[in-house]
Every structure is written in C-alpha cells, then in structure tokens.
C-alpha cells in the first residue's frame, strides 16, 4: 500500500471529487483524522488474499429482472413541491455551463 | 376504560391479547402512548416527528374496526416508531440531516405499507446519527437522544430513538436499520431486544441508503416473541428490491422448541480486548443459563475477526460515497442558493448540509475508490470479506449459533468518544462482522452492570433467522430479566 499519511491537499481533493466544499479548519481536523483511520487499515495489507474473489453482497443473486409492468409514477406536483426551486413544471438549477 | 388502562409497557403480544378479549382498545392504547410522549420524550429525544393525534387516531379506529372485522393479524394496533431514515408517505423524513430538512417522501418504503396494510399504528419517526453514521445517537443534526437509562449516557446508535423510546414506553415497536451494529447496539444499550434479519428477506425499498450491502430493516421491541412477529409483517420479497430474497420464512415457526442439545460456539475473539468486567459477568452468567437449558457451549476461534472493523470501514464508506452523491439541493431537501454555478451550488449545499461524520465517511469512501487506491483498499477489504464469510460458514459447520456480548461496554457517557471516531467505530467491533457476512443477529437483554444494561448477541447462518430467535426466546424465558428503565 501507499503511505495512507494525507497532506490538505489531498484532502481538498479528495473533497473535489466527492463535491464537498470545507473549510481550512475543516481541511486539517480532517486530514489528520482521516489519516489515522487510514492507517488502521493497513493491517489489512497482511493477509493473502491471492486468487480470492471479492465479496460484492451476500446474496449471490444475480442480474434480477422486473417484470416490465405499467404502473404509476409519483405524484407530480407532490414530488416537485420538495425541490427547493421549481419554475412551472420543472426544477430549476443553477447554470451548468457557463 | 377505567378497570383497564392502556399499558405503555407491555409486550405487542399482551396487547394483543387485550384487544382480542375486549379490556382494551387500539383507541385508548395509541392514546395512551401519546400521551406518555408527551410526557417522556423531552427527556429522551427519541421522536423526531410525531404524528397528530387526529391522524393516530384515524389509524387506531381503523385498526379497532379490522379487530370487530375479525381480520386482525399479530400487528393490528401496535404502536410503532420508524426510524427516520424509512419513508413514510406524506409524514417528513430527514434522516437526521440538516440536507433533508423539510423533504417529505411522496411514497412509503416497503415496510411501511406492509406495516399499514396490517393494521399497525404509526405514531412518528424515529431520532437516528446523521444518514445512520454512527453509534451514540450524538450525530443527529437535531439534538442527540439520551437513554432512558441514564440522563448523561448515550443510547448508543445509529437506531438510538427507536430504543430510547420502547425502552421508555413511547412505542412497543420500532423499526430500525442495521448496517453494522445499528439495531442490536442500542438494543443493548437500552435493555431491549433488537433483531437484524439476514441481509435479504426484509425490502430495503424506501430506507435512505447507507451501505447498500450492508444494510437492513429490522425490529427493537420488548420481546423476542414481538421481534419475530414483526419480521413475519415486514419480510418477503419485493419487486422494488432487488437483492429481496423470494422466501416465505415463518419467523416465529422455532419459539417455542428447547434449545436441548444444541451446539453453541463462543469466538474467543470477542472476548478480549475492551471489554469491560461487567458486561464479561453478564455475559457469563447468561452461558451458564444456555447451558442449563441444555445447549452444548464449546469456546472456539474465528481469527479474521480483527480485520472486521477496517473491512466495514472501507466498504461502508465507499458505498455511502456513492449513494449520498444523490443529496445535491436540486430535486428535494435544502439548497444553498447564490452560487454562480451547478458545480459550486451543489458544493455548498452539501458542505453545509452534512454534519462533521458524514462529510468524513464520504472523504474515506471518496479515498477508497479514487484512481490509484482501489485495488489497496476497496477491492482488498472485499476480498478479505469474503474471508471473513468462509470463516463464519466453516464454523457453522460446527456450530447451530454464536453467541457474544453485543456491546463491549454497557451505554457511556454523552460527549466521552466523539472527540475520536476511531475508538467510537470501536463500539461496532462485536456486531459489525454480521453485517459483512449478511448474517442473522439478535441482541437481548442480559442483565445490568452497574445499573446499565448488558446485551447478549446471538448470532445464525445466513437465513438460520429461526435459530437465532428460538434460542434467544429460550434464554429470555428462562432469564426473565424484565428490565424496566427507572422512570422518568
């Protein structure tokens, strides 16, 4: 494994990627817990998981199908009286491209 | 009703019974738990939302009325809390979360209309940790739940209102989810009984996702007998969930068979580090009662057990990685507005809507998955999963259950771990491994330690759910532990 030791650059980017925006304190309480957590988890490291197949669930189901039946969909004006801003019959959003 | 006044402790069972017999009607009981809300739960904290009493009332007189019908069923007029991480049509559902503050569900997870379809009353939603993350009940974005218990001692988590309150008499049913310990730890904590299915026979349609593959809808109630009824309510496959097993299990079918004979395996594992003496007597005390009853306790040894917790915490943060990326201020719950764009507007949103644990499991999640760091820490940590599943079916080889304490430690103190969420993800440590392995696991009460409860932790083979409920009814019959919390 690769030192799990983060910088706060790491942390602000890892935070990037999750589209989480923290604050300077935030970036360094963070950086050093998550740094210690990480290194908890090196112990993984020593055991041989060599050929072993990853555990995804426990089910062992695979590719379950619906059957393709009509049926109602959510309540519209319900559905959109939750979105913070509508404009008529749609959600409205910031700009995505600029 | 005066010769016969609704009981706010009683098992669903003897309520049951009451309304079978004509003393007491769903009207008086729901009413009776209202008003016992009322009265409780500005000390415990446990309810989020409460119902109106218009709207309990309405469920309770259809709930009477099915009982005249005779087309009652063992949940018809129960009273039930749901967790608010489980949707509920019309009735606000948060998660415990600033981001969702004010969203209201415009359908029912599968649960809930199975539990309405049987007549159960809902009196409100339950107080959680934040999206489920966490083991105190200190993570709630609303104020944390103290345990009835102790005014300065935690519930435990992240189903610590559902506990709080069937411990403190505010509903004789909840619903919780457990994704690593979070209906049997504070089961435990709370001195009531908490049951998570194996992963599968319960619908996870409606619950807010936390780790898709770890979590699952259970029960916390005062009696196992209660526990297994309501799985009987809410389990069976379901077309909206797609990994809901096609099973027609009778929960209850094993309650009343002697656990004569039976192999019972104790992993020394989970017997040393952390725990503390107390619980270690409980613990013993309640072997000694198995083997009175006749069951064959043999110490044995499940190694992986070690790498359980950094197992979890890799897996389950990768998943809630992914599934809370949905919380964006666009389509429901709060949203930061004044942003120039799409990109900084989501950000925002989510910094300031997600509380300090939350924002850490997604950063962990985010780190796991991230180019360069798969393979070391997502793909290992589920194939070491897979380990730990062979490990635990090389030993039901041997054995017909585990058993464990559920908790090192009986409820501590508010404010003790939060300053470190590593020895808080250490709470987690003796139920977290059933998670991975999608096992069956009940907690029941054990008796106190210094006047706090003690869980012990049963533990079945993948759908052995029966097993795990007989022996559980057995030691609670024979045990008798009744624990009433001191009143409020």
Not at chain 2, 192 to 212: D, E, H, N, Q
């Amino acid at each position: 494994m690769n030192s799990p030791l983060l910088t706060e650059d790491d942390v602000r980017h890892i935070a990037r990627l999750a589209a989480l925006r923290i604050d300077d304190a935030e970036v360094e309480t963070m950086r050093s817990q998550l740094s210690d957590i990480l290194a908890h988890f090196q112990t993984l490291a020593q055991l041989d998981t060599q050929g072993v197949p990853p555990t995804g669930h426990t089910t062992d189901a695979h590719s379950v199908m619906r059957d393709d039946e009509e049926m109602a969909a959510l309540d519209r004006e319900q559905t959109l009286a939750n979105a913070p801003f509508i404009d008529g019959e749609f959600v409205r959003v910031r700009p995505v491209i600029e | 009703m005066t010769e016969t006044l609704p009981e706010t402790h009683a098992s669903a069972r003897e309520m049951r019974a009451k309304y079978e017999s004509g003393q007491a009607t769903v009207r008086d009981t729901a009413l009776a738990h209202l008003e016992r809300i009322q009265k409780v739960d500005k000390h415990t904290h446990a309810f989020l939302t409460v119902l109106d009493e218009n709207q309990i009332v309405a469920q309770a007189d259809a709930a009477d009325e099915m009982i005249r019908a005779g087309q009652a069923s063992a949940m018809t007029g129960i009273p039930f809390l749901i967790k608010d991480n489980i949707s509920t049509d019309g009735v606000r559902t948060t998660a415990a979360s600033k981001i969702l503050d004010g969203y209201v569900p415009p359908f029912d997870a599968t649960v809930v209309s199975r539990l309405k379809k049987a007549g159960a009353i809902i009196l409100g939603k339950g107080n959680l940790d934040e999206f489920a993350m966490g083991s105190s009940n200190e993570n709630s974005a609303f104020g944390a739940v103290i345990n009835p218990w102790g005014k300065n001692r935690v519930p435990g988590g992240s189903s610590g209102g559902a506990a709080a309150a069937v411990a403190a008499g505010e509903a004789a049913i909840a619903l919780g989810s457990d994704t690593g310990g979070s209906i049997r730890q504070p089961a435990s904590l709370c001195g009531v009984v908490g049951f998570k299915p194996t992963y599968g026979t319960v619908s996870r349609y409606g619950l807010i996702a936390f780790g898709s593959s770890l979590d699952q809808i259970g029960p916390i109630a005062r009696t196992v007998a209660d526990c297994a009824d309501t799985a009987n309510a809410i389990s069976g496959r379901d077309s909206f969930d797609s990994t809901s097993l096609e099973l027609d299990l009778d929960f209850t079918e094993y309650l009343d068979r002697d656990i004569d004979g039976m192999r019972i395996g104790i992993p020394r594992e989970y017997l040393v580090e952390g725990i503390e003496p107390g619980v270690r007597s409980a613990f013993d005390a309640s072997i000694a009662v198995l083997e009175s009853l006749g069951a064959v306790v043999e110490e044995t040894s499940l190694p992986l057990t070690d790498h359980a917790l950094a197992v979890y915490y890799i897996i389950a943060p990768s998943e809630a990685s992914a599934n809370l990326s949905r919380f964006d201020g666009v389509k429901y719950g709060m949203s930061v507005d004044g942003e120039p764009n799409a990109r900084e507007s989501i950000e925002a949103t989510r910094g300031n809507g997600f509380g300090p644990e939350v924002k850490r499991r997604i950063l962990i999640g985010t780190y796991a998955l991230s180019a360069g760091y798969y393979d070391a820490y997502y793909k290992k940590a589920q194939q070491v999963r897979t380990l730990i599943r062979r490990e635990f079916q090389d030993a039901f080889q041997k054995f017909d259950a585990l058993v464990m304490p559920t908790s090192p430690t009986v409820a501590f103190e508010i404010g003790e771990k939060t300053q470190d969420p590593f020895q808080m993800y250490l709470s987690d440590v003796c139920t977290i491994p059933v998670n991975i392995a999608g096992l069956p696991g009940i907690s029941v009460p054990c008796g106190l330690s210094e006047g706090l409860p003690v869980g012990l932790q049963i533990v079945a083979p993948q759908l052995g759910d029966r097993t795990a409920l007989q022996i559980a009814h057995a030691y609670e019959q024979s045990a008798n532990w009744k624990l009433t919390p001191p009143e409020l």
